[in-house]
């Protein structure tokens, strides 16, 4: 009987993968589950096995699926071999739509646990020293380097210590965190095991948004397999260390992202931001020193510790090291997961792997970094994706999200949308943020109908620097950097008025 | 206490807040059990949880009304959740948001809202119906999903 893969993910099954498994189950296939591996613009993916490796079918429907295993569909080869993933380097996302994802074996044979059980053989300095080494940078947004981070927290002196791992993954344009879990959920368990490991912390918490029903259930399977296993709970792989893991789920905030709204969130508060210092390592979760991680900072960890530092040192740009996920999103051909070593050019991102726009018209605009992050125009597309390069164009890396628009955008409806968003997910605790959103929204309101707009546009200017310069933290702090690319880039989008008098109806 | 604390719903409500009492910060997971149960959380549930968790109703009441996932009234029979995010928006998520509002005026059994990302930005469209989401959707997909709603 011919054995067929087909993405339980959660984007495959949004486009009718579990209709197409029942569908080879009738045709008399023997259907595994993988994860997605990541070409998106290709799901549902189906790959038949055979001598020479997994043959990829691409946008396979319920209709077609019994064709695939007569060789019938779009064909695109062997999977592995694919020019779009051939030329990634798949680092966090080496297993993440090979293997089934709950299948604990599975994942040992293609290399899991192999960091962990490095890791301790080491002692908990020594695993710090190991990340430090790598260049590893906080993969959420802010880019702090882990290391330091972990060697803050094992210095503090506190009889408890936590891992939290940040899953709330709210940025638009960005899934990356969502499809490793449900992927290859043990790799992020095996991340926070050797994190908890590094910091002296016997306990970690998932927060994750309850956007993500299909990778919770994955996470809450998995962790129940490692504990069975012993990778979790009392004495792991015998090395007398003892780690728990909880899962917690959101309840829709987006700003229950930022650590501290995080950790309130945790506690049963309201998602307020905390003043800071004093800063979370020290006195974190229930006042108790934590390491606050990303999904894909923990999921870069067990290769480093398996490989060593300095492998994934060897990858990067400047002080940008390693691999970064990147997610093509938006209005892109193909769409998807894009793991290439920091410094790979925007243009290359869109244009090569993303194929241009899905619409075939031209690329007018590019968001990178999430809705705080620059609208970036193509005449900016040598930039090189790292942290610093990015900022020297006035644009952030974030959390690796990139989505792509057309010539039929309105940026000046974007730069409004940069302040609605803010506007419904403030935290409300500071004035310039609270207030800035809701009065830049109404001010481009006014541009937008062409109402005085070179005054007004000068308020829009006063108000960001207001929020750039008063708000607690980068929710307020960074939405004025969409709306400022937008007004730098595209100033005709903004000049309404001129419109007007020229008798365009706006 | 009031009768309320007596009635069936008022009692599943105390067990189901009771089941937490070992967790380190439980309201979160209380609040997202009753939902669950429930599809909202009453006033009447604010005051139980808060009994039991040695809470003041005024807090969980703030807590309750922070998150945009719980609600105070009961559910409609059907839920639309549309994203307005900005990748949605690049391939027309705000027409199909738009028409979708549009085609369930007036209906009070579907409540259409909006979302902002559901993880699945590069097969925009996106949105949740009932619980499942889809991607690449239009109005008449939208259509074709909640044809048997009526
Ligand atoms: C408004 C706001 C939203 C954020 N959302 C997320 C998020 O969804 N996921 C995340 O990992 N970090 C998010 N962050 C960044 C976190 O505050 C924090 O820097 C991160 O979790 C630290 O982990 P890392 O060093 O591994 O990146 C957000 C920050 C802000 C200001
Ligand atoms: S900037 Fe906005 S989200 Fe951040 S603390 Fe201030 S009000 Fe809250
Ligand atoms: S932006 Fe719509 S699903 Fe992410």
Redesign the interface.
Known sequence: MTTVWVPAD??A???GADEVADALVAAGATVRRNGSRGM??A?PLVEVETDGGRIGYANVTPEGAAGVLDGHGDCLGVVDDHEWLAGQRRVSFARVGVIDPQDVEGFEAQGGWAGLRRALTMSPADVVEEVTASGLRGRGGAGFPAGVKWKTVLGAEADTKYVACNFD???????AD?MVVEGDPFTLIEGMVIAAYAVGASEGYVYVR?????AITALRRAIETAYTHGFLGRDILGSGHHVDIHV???????ICGEESSMLE???????EVRAKPPIPALKGL?GQPTAVNNVLTLCAVPMILADGGRAYADLGVGRSRGTQVF??????AR??IVELPMGVTLGELVEGYGGGT??GRPVRAV?VGG?LGAYVPPDRFDVQMGYEELAEIEAMLGHG?V????DT?DMAR?AR?AFE?CA??SCGKCTPCRIGAVRGKETLDHVIAGRDVERNLELVDDLCNTMTKGSLCAMGGLTPMPVQSAIRHWPEDFDRSHQEQEGVPS | MTTESFTPHAQRARTITEQHLGD??????V??DLMEEFGHISRDDVATVADVLNLSVA?VH??VS?????RTTPPPAHTIAL?R???????GGEQVFAETVAAHEGRDDVEVRE??????????P?G?LD?R????LDADRIAALTGDWR
Do not use: I, K
């Not at chain 1, 993954?169 to 899934?175: A, K, N, Q, R």
């Not at chain 1, 969130?265 to 998602?271: K, Q, T, Y």
């Not at chain 2, 922070?66 to 719980?70: A, M, N, R, S």
């Not at chain 2, 995010?85 to 391939?91: D, I």
């Open positions: 959660a984007a099954v949004s486009v998106l613009w799901e993954e709210g940025d638009s344009g960005t899934f969502r309850s956007e993500y029903p299909h917690r789920v959101g309840a829709g905030a987006y969130s945790l506690e049963g508060r309201r998602g229930f997610q093509l999103a938006g209005n892109v769409g998807g899905r619409t968001q809705p999200g989505v792509v628009f057309d955008v974007m949308f968003f419904v997910e | 380190r910060g439980p309201l979160m997971p609040l997202r807090e703030g807590v922070f998150y945009h996932d719980f994203c995010a900005e990748a949605c928006q690049s391939v979302v902002f990302c559901l993880g699945n930005c590069a097969l925009g996106s949740m619980g989401l889809h991607g690449r």
